[in-house]
């Protein structure tokens, strides 16, 4: 089973920052946060990851709460083409294990 | 190259005929993963090898399907005697510590 919950769909404005949460109440201290996306069609992609500091690329920003039981993705001026699937997962580096991904959240960027 | 390349991108097959689709990692990425994606569907974990160890294939649906990786590097992964229900999108990734780069995957249609 995957060790992260995300609702299954959100809406959000074209132009508007799109939060999309996460929650990994089990996770471990050695376990990082990582988000991918998946557009139609196409191969998951890589966003972006994170430990215990929030972090920000050009992409997006990652917020872990300070217990590091939940996060959120935030996509600062959401365009129609971020309409994804967004999974949220949390793995160990340098660990001998599969990775299950959940169903992910179903975000559609809305006109 | 750089990125992770599968082939064929679409194949079309008979009911009870066998596939071999291949998967070309990323060079010097040790962890090489197999999952395949129903329409509509999340991703679903079939099989992992990471280095020389013996691989993970606690996903693989049943024993029509097998996968082996050579020389730590290339990777096909073979359904024999092929059912509909095989008809999916089959994603390859590779990893070298954390992340994943995913492949475009494997359209594969069973009539």
């Known amino acids: 089973d995957a060790k992260t919950t995300q609702p299954p769909s959100m809406d959000c404005a074209e132009g508007r920052a799109a939060n999309l949460p996460c929650n990994h109440s089990t996770i471990s201290g050695n376990e990082y946060v990582y988000w991918y996306r998946q557009i139609h069609s196409q191969g998951p992609q890589y966003i972006i990851h994170g430990l215990k500091n929030n972090e920000t690329n050009e992409m997006a920003s990652l917020i872990i709460t300070e217990d590091r039981k939940s996060s959120t993705l935030i996509l600062p001026h959401a365009t129609l083409r971020d309409t994804a699937v967004y999974y949220c997962?949390?793995?160990?580096?340098?660990?001998?294990?599969?990775?299950?991904f959940g169903k992910g959240t179903r975000l559609h960027i809305l006109p | 190259g750089a990125g992770v390349s599968q082939s064929p991108s679409n194949k079309v097959t008979e009911k009870g005929k066998d596939v071999e689709l291949r998967c070309d990692p990323i060079?010097?990425?040790?962890?090489l993963y197999w999952y395949r994606q129903s329409l509509g569907q999340g991703l679903e974990f079939l099989i992992y090898?990471?280095?020389?160890?013996?691989?993970?294939k606690s996903g693989l649906p049943s024993d029509r399907f097998s996968a082996e990786r050579t020389g730590g590097s290339v990777s096909t992964l073979t359904i024999q005697r092929t059912q509909q229900e095989d008809s999916a999108v089959y994603l390859c990734?590779?990893?070298?510590?954390?992340?994943?780069?995913f492949g475009s995957g494997t359209r594969l249609t069973v009539v």
């Open positions: 990734a590779s990893s070298p510590n954390y992340g994943y780069t």
């Open positions: 090898f990471q280095g020389n160890s013996a691989p993970d």
């Open positions: 060079s010097g990425h040790t962890a």
């Open positions: 997962i949390v793995r160990a580096p340098n660990r001998d294990d599969k990775i299950i």
